[in-house]
Structure formats: structure tokens, C-alpha cells
């Protein structure tokens, strides 16, 4: 099994819409997660950190199921900006790296 | 504030050559690290820098690369002889000191797009 696995999309949704990805990790001993947004050839960035149950900024929700191990983004009322690669990243190795996963294609439509 | 930048941005190089990538993290930064993508696949953890020191080389995939950070500030990775495979983007990231154990947010440079034909 995967440290860290997510649906590669594409997701394609309609300007508006609210989506969700999920992302599931294999190390039930992981204390904080994190999601980056990645543009078409440019660096990733943070979105947001996930230390306990869940996170929420704005339009973008984050939550964590332990028991389960995921972790969820979801974004409401989606723009055309939103589209992206969500990349979901677990730190390891005492947390001095992290581990990512594939990402999940976001592109939202007119 | 200058973010973590990252030279050259593409090179295009022979099987067989050598490539030098450099990085330059975020002043006041200790920890730097490298990653990976190879087309297709996930962004990889290649190796860790605490100041001048290797702090975990565990993801560097062969003799074949080296990486250094001498005096703490800038980072080269170099990879010689390139092979096929080692085509890729290579980030650099940075980051401030680990605060009672968790990890703080990464800043990555833009990329080396490294071609191998």
C-alpha cells in the first residue's frame, strides 16, 4: 500500500460547485497533514494544515478521520482560479520530509 | 522577501553528461531540501539539509548524484553521469526550524526541469 494515496481526477465541475477529494495514508502514527496546491509547471504551495480534526478557511474545508486514516478537502462554491493539482502530503521520517501524494486534477468550468 | 529560487530553470543535456543544479533557499532558513517529480509520478523526497549538514540522504537514488551545502546557504545538486531516467523537475524547498516537533510549512522554489536525451 501507498504512505499516501489520492484519485488523480481530473475532477471537472461546473463554476459553483462544491467538490470534494479524498486522500487515505498508511501510517496510523502520523500526527499532521497538510494540502498543497500545485499550478500547471509552477512550484507547489500551501494551501492548508491539518493537526487535529479539521481546518477551515474560507470556501476550503479540511478534515481529518483518524480512525479511518483520510483526509478530505473540500471546496464550496468553486472558481475558475480553483483549478489546479491538490497534492495531499504526510510528513515522515520524524517529520523532517514529507511524503506526497500523486495529486488530484481540479478544473472548473464555465 | 526573496522566495527560494532555483537555477537553471530547464536543462537539456546528453546521456552520459554531467548537470549542476543549484538553490538558493529563503535567507534564514537551516533546512533545505530537494524532491523530485519524474512525469507521471508523485513529488519524491530526495535528501534534507539542517544547515551544512545532511540530515537524511535516504531518498537519493544512486552514487550518481550528489548534493552539498557548503557554508549553509546555497545547495548544488549534481548528477553525473545523467542517465534517461533521471529526467524530472527538481525542486528545492526551505524551511525554518522544526518548532517542538512539527514540521513548518515548506517554500519551494519554481523547479529545474532537467530533459536527458
Known amino acids: 500500500r501507498k504512505e499516501v494515496e489520492q484519485d488523480p481526477g481530473p475532477f471537472n465541475v461546473p463554476e459553483g460547485a462544491t467538490v470534494a477529494f479524498n486522500c487515505t495514508y498508511s501510517?496510523?502514527?502520523?500526527?499532521?497533514f497538510f494540502w498543497y496546491r500545485q499550478d500547471c509547471r509552477k512550484e507547489p504551495k500551501l494551501l492548508m494544515s491539518v493537526y487535529s480534526s479539521g481546518n477551515e478557511d474560507g470556501r476550503f474545508t479540511a478534515q481529518l478521520n483518524r480512525a479511518s486514516q483520510y483526509i478530505s478537502l473540500l471546496i464550496r462554491d468553486s472558481k475558475l482560479s480553483d483549478s489546479a493539482t491538490y497534492l495531499c502530503v504526510v510528513p515522515t521520517g520524524g517529520g523532517n520530509k514529507l511524503t506526497f501524494g500523486t495529486g488530484t486534477q481540479l478544473k472548473v468550468e464555465l | 522577501e526573496a522566495g527560494v529560487t532555483q537555477f537553471p530553470s530547464h536543462s537539456v543535456i546528453e546521456k552520459g553528461q554531467t548537470v549542476t543544479l543549484r538553490c538558493d533557499p529563503i535567507s534564514g532558513h537551516d533546512n533545505l531540501y530537494w524532491y523530485r517529480r519524474v512525469m507521471g509520478k508523485e513529488i519524491k523526497f530526495l535528501l534534507h539539509f539542517v544547515k551544512e549538514s545532511k540530515q537524511d540522504e535516504s531518498g537519493m537514488p544512486n552514487n550518481r548524484f550528489l548534493a552539498e551545502r557548503t557554508g549553509g546557504t546555497y545547495s548544488t545538486l549534481k548528477v553525473q553521469p545523467a542517465e534517461l531516467e533521471d529526467s524530472g523537475v527538481y525542486f528545492c524547498?526551505?524551511?525554518?526550524?522544526?518548532?517542538?516537533?512539527?514540521?513548518?510549512?515548506?517554500?519551494f522554489g519554481e523547479g529545474s526541469r532537467l530533459t536527458v536525451l
Open positions: 501510517n496510523s502514527a502520523s500526527q499532521s
Open positions: 524547498a526551505s524551511s525554518q526550524g522544526l518548532a517542538g516537533g512539527a514540521p513548518r510549512e515548506l517554500f
